[in-house]
C-alpha cells in the first residue's frame, strides 16, 4: 500500500520542524531522505513508526515497519543470529538466519554476542534484522554511520538485494556516496 502524509506538522515548542508536509511514498518505492541536521527527518521517521504523534496531519495507517534507529537497540548479551531470530521468532531457523547475515559479517561472528562485534558490524546487524522483520516499508535512520566507504556500499548492495520489493526509506548525510544507486531523493 502507499503511505500518504497528508498536512503533516510538527513543533518542539516554540521551534517548527515542519508544518504542512505532504508526501506519498509509491509501495515498493526506494526513497532517501536528506535535509540539515535538525530540520525533521528524524522526526519524521518516528511519527511514521507511531513513537511520536503529530501536531496535526494524518499519516496512513496499517502499515507494518521494521526500522534502523541512530542507535542500534541490539539485545545485549545475544549473538548476532539471535537478534534476527527475535524478531521473527520460530519461523525462520537459526541456519536461514546464518545464511542471511553472512551476506554481511563474517561467518566467525555470527554467533558471538553483539557486544563482542565493532560497532560497525553492530550496525550492519541492526540492519540485517530491519530487513528480516515481515514489515510492509523499511525504515532506516543514518544507517551507514560509522561504516567505511566500502562497507557502506556492501551494506546498500545487500540492503536493495533483500528489500523484497518492500518500501525502503533511508535517513542520510551521506547522499554523495549514494549516487549510484536508483535512491528517489526527498527533502524536508
Not at 78 to 85: C, G, I, P, Y
Not at 158 to 173: D, E, K, M, V, W
Request: hydrophobic share 40%; net charge positive.
Amino acid at each position: 500500500m502507499d503511505i500518504a502524509i497528508k498536512d503533516l506538522s510538527h513543533r518542539f515548542g516554540e521551534k517548527v520542524i515542519f508544518q504542512h508536509y505532504n508526501l506519498t511514498l509509491q509501495r515498493g518505492g526506494l526513497y532517501g531522505l536528506t535535509a540539515p541536521s535538525g530540520r525533521g527527518k528524524t522526526t519524521l521517521l518516528r511519527i511514521l513508526l507511531g513513537l511520536l504523534t503529530p501536531d496535526a496531519g494524518t499519516v496512513t495507517q496499517g502499515v507494518r515497519y521494521s526500522a534502523v534507529f541512530q542507535t542500534d537497540r541490539l539485545l545485549p548479551g545475544r549473538s548476532a543470529v539471535d537478534q534476527l531470530l527475535f524478531v521473527r521468532g520460530n519461523r525462520k531457523n537459526r541456519e536461514e538466519a546464518a545464511r542471511f547475515l553472512a551476506g554481511l559479517l563474517p561467518e566467525n561472528s555470527l554467533n558471538q554476542s553483539v557486544g563482542e562485534l565493532s560497532g560497525g558490524m553492530q550496525r550492519r546487524v541492526a540492519i540485517a534484522r530491519a530487513l528480516w522483520a515481515d514489515s510492509d516499508c523499511v525504515l532506516m535512520d543514518e544507517p551507514f554511520t560509522g561504516l567505511d566507504e566500502a562497507t557502506l556500499h556492501q551494506t546498500v548492495d545487500f540492503i536493495l538485494a533483500n528489500r523484497q520489493g518492500r518500501t525502503l526509506l533511508l535517513s542520510t548525510h551521506q547522499k554523495e556516496l549514494l549516487t549510484d544507486y536508483p535512491f528517489a531523493w526527498l527533502t524536508l
